[in-house]
C-alpha cells in the first residue's frame, strides 16, 4: 500500500476508533450462533491466472448486521485442484468488516490458465461450502467457451427452478445481465413474500440481497462456476435513470443517497473486480472479461449514466426530445469506451452483456410506431450510431446478450435501423426471465407471424421462464433457449424450446434442430 494512502487511511480509522472502540479489534477465533455461510459462496471476473471469491459471514441474515457481534473477523480461503482439498494450491487469510456487511472478496492470482479450481471459506469451526473456479485461458488461446446467460429473478413470482437447471449444465461461465433482486414490497398473492417493505435504504438492501441469497438454486448456480454480473434497475429502483427515481417523488439528492446504498450492497453481495471508490453511488462497474482470444466481455451498464426516458413511454407525433443526438444510454465516455474497444479489440468475438433490448420492436400494426421507451428504442439515434460503429469495427461477430424484458426473443440486428434496407450486421439473443412474470404462456404462431411483419428482423419469440445457453466456437455461436414450464411452483424440468446459430463473419441467424 503507498504509505500516504495508509496513513491517511490510519488516520481515519483513529478518528472511528475514538467512538466506536471495538474498530481495532480483529477476531481471530470467532465463535457464530448459526452456521455464518448460510448465503452461500460464488466466483467471478476469472482471469487467466485467476479469479473473486466471495462469501459474506451472515448467521442470522435478517437481524442488523446478519447477526455479526460488529468486530471485524478473520476468514481463511483455500484453493485446490480436487474438490477434497488433498492438493490446495493457494491459500489466505481475509478481514470480513461491518462496514462492508462482513463481505469478503479475495482476488485470486498465480493459477493457471483454462482449469478447474474448488474452493472454500473457513472462519472459527465454520466451513463453506465448496464453489468452483474455472480460469480463462490464457491470452492469444482460440480456446471454444460455454456459457449461460440469464436475468430478471423476482423471488415474490416464482421459484429459481431454472437457475438449479443452469447448475447442471456444462458451462464454463454464467453471466447475469440484472434485476438480481427486486426493491418492492410483496402483495398478499406473491408465491413467497418478499421480506420487508420497498427497499430504500443500505439496511434494506443488504436484507433483501440475504433473502435472495438464500435460495438453494441461486446458491447452485453460483457455486457451479464464475459468473460476471452487470445491474439493471431494479437493484435500484424500477426504470430509474441516472439520478430520476420511478415515480419521482425522490429529488435527486434522495435518488443519490438510495444509489449509494444500492450500489454499496450489490457491490457486497456480488463476486466482482470492481473498484471500490470513494462515493458509492458513482461507483462505475463497466469493465471486459476476456476468454483468451475467443470471446470478450464488454459489461455495460445502461442505467446510470443515460438521459431520461421522454415522450411517456409512447414516441408519439412531434415528440422531438425521443429523436434528440444528445440523449443516449450509456452516456459518452462509456460509448467511446465502447467504440474504440471495439476497434482495437483482436477477440474473434465481441460480446455485449448489455440490460435493454437493442433491435427496435414495434407493437403497433401498420404505420403507427409504439415501442418501449425504456429500452434501445427509446433512443434510436444513439443506438443507430453504436451499430453503424459495429458495421465498422466488428461485423457479424458482435453478440449482444440482453435481458430484462422477461421474454425470450432472437432479433438481427441491422447497422441502421432508420433505413430497413441495411445489412445485417449483430446478432442479439434475449433471454427471458428466471421467474419475474410467473409462470408464462404459449405464443400462438399467428402472433408470432403478425409481429414479425412489423418486425422483419424478429427471427423467434417465446414466453416461457429460463435462460440462455451458448457455445461459442472459432466457426460458429450457437445459442439455445431452455425454458422452464412453469416456475410458481417448485420442480419444473428444462427442455430446449429452440436452438439459433450464428457464423462468424457472415450475416443472419439461422435456426438449428435442437
Ligand atoms: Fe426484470
Avoid at 415474490?156 to 461461465?173: P, V
Avoid at 438453494?216 to 445491474?231: E, F, G, N, Y
Avoid at 455495460?300 to 449514466?305: C, E, F, M, P, V
Amino acid at each position: 500500500m503507498d504509505r500516504r494512502l495508509f496513513l491517511t487511511d490510519l488516520s481515519r480509522y483513529a478518528a472511528l476508533a475514538a467512538v466506536v472502540p471495538n474498530v481495532w479489534r480483529v477476531t481471530n477465533r470467532p465463535r457464530f450462533a448459526d452456521d455464518p455461510f448460510q448465503l452461500g459462496v460464488a466466483s467471478g471476473d476469472p482471469t487467466s491466472t485467476g479469479g473473486v471469491l466471495w462469501t459474506r459471514l451472515a448467521p442470522r441474515p435478517f437481524e442488523p448486521d446478519g447477526g455479526m457481534t460488529g468486530t471485524r473477523t478473520v476468514v481463511s480461503w483455500e484453493v485446490a485442484d480436487d474438490d477434497q482439498f488433498k492438493t490446495i494450491v493457494k491459500k489466505g487469510r481475509a478481514t470480513a468488516a461491518p462496514e462492508l456487511s462482513f463481505s469478503v472478496h479475495v482476488d485470486v492470482d498465480g493459477l493457471r490458465p483454462d482449469r478447474w479450481y474448488f474452493y472454500r471459506f473457513t472462519s472459527g469451526d465454520a466451513v463453506s461450502k465448496i464453489g468452483r473456479l474455472r480460469t480463462a485461458p490464457a491470452d492469444g488461446a482460440k480456446t471454444p467457451l460455454a456459457f449461460a446467460f440469464a436475468s430478471c429473478q423476482r423471488w415474490d413470482q416464482g421459484y429459481f427452478t431454472a437457475l438449479g437447471h443452469l447448475a447442471q449444465e456444462e458451462i464454463d461461465l454464467g453471466v447475469h445481465l440484472g434485476d438480481y433482486i427486486y426493491e418492492y414490497a410483496s402483495p398478499s398473492t406473491a408465491v413467497r413474500a418478499h421480506q420487508g417493505l420497498e427497499i430504500r435504504t443500505l439496511d434494506d438492501y443488504r436484507r433483501r440481497y440475504a433473502q435472495y441469497k438464500s435460495d438453494i438454486d441461486l446458491q447452485a448456480a453460483h457455486q457451479r462456476c464464475p459468473w460476471l454480473v452487470t445491474w439493471d434497475d431494479h437493484e435500484v429502483d424500477n426504470d430509474y435513470s441516472g439520478l430520476i427515481g420511478e415515480n419521482q417523488m425522490e429529488s435527486a439528492e434522495q435518488m443519490r443517497t438510495r444509489r449509494a446504498a444500492a450500489y454499496q450492497a450489490w457491490w457486497e453481495h456480488q463476486p466482482v473486480r470492481v473498484p471500490r471508490v470513494q462515493s458509492w453511488a458513482d461507483l462505475t462497474i463497466t469493465r471486459t472479461i476476456n476468454w483468451g482470444a475467443m470471446a470478450r466481455f464488454w459489461m455495460l451498464d445502461t442505467r446510470q449514466y443515460r438521459d431520461d426516458q421522454v415522450c411517456e413511454d409512447v414516441p408519439l407525433e412531434g415528440c422531438a426530445p425521443w429523436t434528440d443526438p444528445k440523449r443516449g444510454l450509456l452516456g459518452a465516455s462509456q460509448e467511446k469506451w465502447l467504440v474504440d474497444g471495439l476497434g482495437a479489440s483482436k477477440s474473434h468475438w465481441q460480446v455485449l452483456a448489455n440490460q435493454v433490448m437493442m433491435a427496435p420492436y414495434d407493437s403497433a400494426p401498420g404505420d403507427e410506431v409504439r415501442t418501449s421507451m425504456d429500452q434501445w428504442s427509446g433512443y434510436p439515434v444513439a443506438r443507430d450510431r453504436l451499430l453503424n460503429e459495429v458495421a465498422r469495427r466488428a461485423p457479424n461477430r458482435t453478440v449482444t446478450i440482453t435481458g430484462d424484458i422477461h421474454t425470450n426473443w432472437v432479433n438481427e440486428l441491422r447497422s441502421d435501423f432508420s433505413r430497413p434496407d441495411r445489412p445485417t450486421i449483430g446478432a442479439e439473443f434475449v433471454c427471458t426471465s428466471i421467474s419475474s412474470g410467473g409462470d408464462g404462456s404459449d405464443v400462438a404462431a399467428e402472433r408470432m407471424s403478425a409481429m414479425q411483419s412489423d418486425n422483419p428482423h424478429l427471427k423467434w419469440f417465446q414466453n416461457r421462464r429460463g435462460y440462455v445457453r451458448c457455445t461459442v466456437t472459432e466457426q460458429d455461436w450457437i445459442a439455445e433457449y431452455r425454458t422452464v414450464p412453469f416456475v410458481t411452483k417448485p420442480g419444473a424440468t428444462v427442455s430446449t424450446a429452440s436452438g439459433w446459430r450464428v457464423e462468424h463473419g457472415k450475416p443472419g441467424i439461422a435456426q438449428v434442430e435442437s
